[in-house]
């Protein structure tokens, strides 16, 4: 069973694995298998890599269909990389999600865990999120039975939509997205119906030419709509039609802009957008805190369980009005600024210096006083003469991304020795591995994960440590 490329059949899988694998026990060896299987199915699995305790690969046939599975609400199910878990009833999602993170506490971790609340579940588990990017691409991925029946000719054809992962210049045509509000897909595919009746070119990523790149659409939770249209180079007639008629067609769009990106890559970050109706941002609102969000701001994109996440923080964090609290890996500020009124002074860091601005642009706009921001490398920033400068922290909240937290970063905050710090991450796995280094003097107190995104695998958890001594 060491060979490669060997195809163990009838397979009974029995559980979930991290990031989205499903687990099996084959002679005692433990196989993680790919391909949107779910426990209590049967199948074929072909293996990649096969050591001597594990083996890895992916489901080619399903042999029997596990009778907790339940009908995908999606057309594009099976080939977008989306909501991949649609086949799972919501409930067990969670449950999966829960084990998760028990699992990675232990296990990475060997942690000695408090009794843990159930996963906070979302109420809304469709359009719940409040930004999409779509990519224009003459490309649009075919499935083998749309090759099969156009026959001798290579069918080409446009798509608007989402990549096919891990094929760089394939897009899949979207319809009918579920992860948003409407006017998400009209806009979509209003774009998508006048770029076509108008032979306007969709981009070719590989050759690098066309016109159409991407499309942006944030819908707020406050009614407001931004869209950004993403374009190679200026035509102006052309522009201007599609973006008239669109505004004509599609009504409640509060923001319209475009971007020209001549660039090879599509990352809009060093563009400027151009406004061309509307203000040029739109407002989310978290509590009674209100956030302006431009076309190249970060929010976090479920507005509904961002609250839910920042409410789980700001408890954890037990203010009394008094504190001084970091706030690491504050992005545009906004756990800081939710946790401000409860705090003494709260004291943000972050990377991109962009973020910084609007994050004290969010802080003065919400009659914030009591934040400051800084931009730089947490481990180069968070040095001692930074915490003489502004004071001992009470509470400190880190929120990294989903690498987490570099071991300077871990070795400085034992040696700071705050007495809390709430750990919120998008990953328990490296989360596990942090918590982990803090333990030598940290216990964990509380735990809580909340679910932000449905029908993935991704997961958000909270860790409370306090200090032992
Ligand atoms: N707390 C914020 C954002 C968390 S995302 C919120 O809730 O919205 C993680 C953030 O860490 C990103 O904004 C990223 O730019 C920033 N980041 C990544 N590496 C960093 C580093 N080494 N130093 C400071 N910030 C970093």
Same mark, same amino acid.
Request: with cysteine; proline share 5%.
């Given at each position: 069973?060491?060979?490669?490329?060997?195809?163990?059949?009838?397979?009974?899988?029995?559980?979930?694995?991290?990031?989205?694998?499903?687990?099996?026990?084959?002679?005692?060896?433990?196989?993680?298998?790919?391909?949107?299987?779910?426990?209590?199915?049967?199948?074929?699995?072909?293996?990649?890599?096969?050591?001597?305790?594990?083996?890895?690969?992916?489901? &080619?046939?399903?042999?029997?269909?596990?009778?907790?599975?339940?009908?995908?609400?999606?057309?594009?199910?099976?080939?977008?990389?989306?909501?991949?878990?649609?086949?799972?009833?919501?409930?067990?999602?969670? /449950?999966?999600?829960?084990?998760?993170?028990?699992?990675?506490? /232990?296990?990475?971790?060997?942690?000695?865990?408090?009794?843990?609340?159930?996963?906070?579940?979302?109420?809304?588990?469709?359009?719940?999120?409040?930004?999409?990017?779509? =990519?224009?691409?003459?490309?649009?991925?075919?499935?083998?039975?749309? &090759?099969?029946?156009?026959?001798?000719?290579?069918?080409?054809?446009?798509?608007?939509?989402? #990549?096919?992962?891990?094929?760089?210049?394939?897009?899949?045509?979207?319809? =009918?997205?579920?992860?948003? @509000?409407?006017?998400?897909?009209?806009?979509?595919?209003?774009?998508?119906?006048?770029?076509?009746?108008?032979?306007?070119?969709?981009?070719? &990523?590989?050759?690098? !030419?066309?016109?159409?790149?991407?499309?942006?659409?944030?819908?707020?939770?406050?009614?407001?709509?931004?869209?950004?249209?993403?374009? #190679?180079?200026?035509?102006?007639?052309?522009?201007?039609?599609?973006?008239? #008629?669109?505004?004509? =067609?599609?009504?409640?769009?509060?923001?319209?802009?475009?971007?020209?990106?001549?660039?090879?890559?599509?990352?809009?970050?060093?563009?400027?957008?151009?406004?061309?109706?509307?203000?040029?941002?739109?407002?989310?609102?978290?509590?009674?805190? =209100?956030?302006?969000?431009?076309?190249?701001?970060?929010? /976090?994109?479920?507005?509904?369980?961002? @609250?839910?996440?920042?409410?789980?923080?700001?408890?954890?964090?037990?203010?009394?009005?008094?504190?001084?609290?970091?706030?690491?890996?504050?992005?545009?500020?906004?756990?800081?600024?939710?946790?401000?009124?409860?705090?003494?002074?709260? &004291?943000?860091?972050?990377?991109?210096?962009?973020?910084?601005?609007?994050?004290?642009?969010?802080?003065?706009?919400?009659?914030?006083?009591?934040?400051?921001?800084?931009?730089?490398?947490?481990?180069?920033?968070?040095?001692?003469?930074?915490?003489?400068?502004?004071?001992?922290?009470?509470?400190?909240?880190?929120?990294?991304?989903?690498?987490?937290?570099?071991?300077?970063?871990?070795?400085?905050?034992?040696?700071?020795?705050?007495?809390?710090?709430?750990?919120?991450?998008?990953?328990?796995?490296?989360?596990?591995?942090?918590?982990?280094?803090?333990?030598?003097?940290?216990?964990?107190?509380?735990?809580?994960?909340?679910?932000?995104?449905?029908?993935?695998?991704?997961? !958000?958890?909270?860790?409370?440590?306090?200090?032992?001594?």
């Amino acid at each position: 069973m060491r060979k490669k490329n060997v195809v163990l059949e009838n397979v009974p899988v029995t559980a979930y694995a991290a990031e989205g694998k499903a687990l099996a026990r084959v002679d005692g060896k433990v196989v993680f298998i790919e391909g949107g299987v779910v426990p209590g199915d049967v199948v074929d699995v072909r293996l990649g890599k096969n050591k001597k305790d594990w083996a890895e690969g992916k489901a &080619i046939k399903i042999r029997s269909l596990s009778p907790q599975r339940v009908d995908p609400f999606c057309q594009h199910f099976g080939l977008c990389g989306g909501c991949k878990w649609q086949m799972l009833p919501y409930e067990l999602q969670l /449950q999966y999600k829960q084990q998760q993170v028990t699992d990675h506490l /232990q296990r990475i971790g060997h942690l000695a865990l408090p009794e843990m609340p159930p996963i906070l579940g979302a109420a809304k588990t469709r359009h719940y999120r409040n930004k999409l990017e779509f =990519t224009f691409s003459n490309k649009a991925y075919l499935t083998n039975e749309e &090759i099969a029946e156009a026959g001798e000719q290579w069918p080409k054809r446009n798509a608007l939509g989402f #990549h096919i992962p891990r094929l760089f210049d394939k897009v899949l045509d979207i319809r =009918t997205c579920h992860l948003q @509000e409407e006017p998400a897909n009209l806009i979509k595919n209003t774009i998508r119906s006048w770029a076509e009746a108008h032979q306007l070119p969709f981009y070719d &990523i590989r050759q690098q !030419e066309g016109w159409l790149r991407n499309l942006v659409l944030r819908i707020c939770t406050t009614g407001e709509v931004m869209v950004n249209l993403v374009i #190679h180079h200026e035509l102006k007639a052309e522009r201007e039609a599609l973006l008239n #008629h669109l505004l004509a =067609t599609v009504p409640g769009i509060t923001t319209l802009l475009y971007t020209i990106n001549p660039k090879k890559n599509d990352s809009i970050f060093d563009l400027e957008p151009k406004v061309f109706f509307g203000k040029g941002y739109v407002e989310e609102k978290l509590e009674d805190f =209100t956030f302006k969000i431009g076309p190249k701001s970060f929010f /976090q994109t479920n507005t509904y369980q961002g @609250e839910a996440l920042y409410r789980v923080t700001r408890d954890f964090a037990g203010l009394t009005g008094k504190e001084t609290v970091y706030d690491l890996y504050c992005g545009t500020g906004s756990i800081g600024i939710f946790v401000s009124r409860q705090a003494g002074k709260v &004291i943000g860091i972050e990377l991109i210096p962009e973020a910084i601005a609007d994050a004290k642009e969010n802080a003065a706009a919400n009659n914030v006083e009591n934040a400051a921001f800084f931009a730089g490398d947490v481990i180069d920033i968070c040095d001692d003469a930074f915490f003489a400068e502004h004071g001992a922290p009470d509470v400190i909240i880190t929120d990294p991304p989903r690498a987490g937290m570099h071991e300077k970063l871990t070795a400085k905050l034992l040696e700071v020795a705050a007495p809390r710090v709430v750990y919120v991450s998008c990953n328990p796995a490296t989360q596990a591995r942090d918590l982990a280094l803090l333990a030598e003097k940290y216990t964990v107190e509380k735990v809580q994960a909340v679910d932000m995104f449905p029908h993935t695998h991704h997961i !958000e958890n909270v860790v409370l440590l306090q200090r032992k001594y």
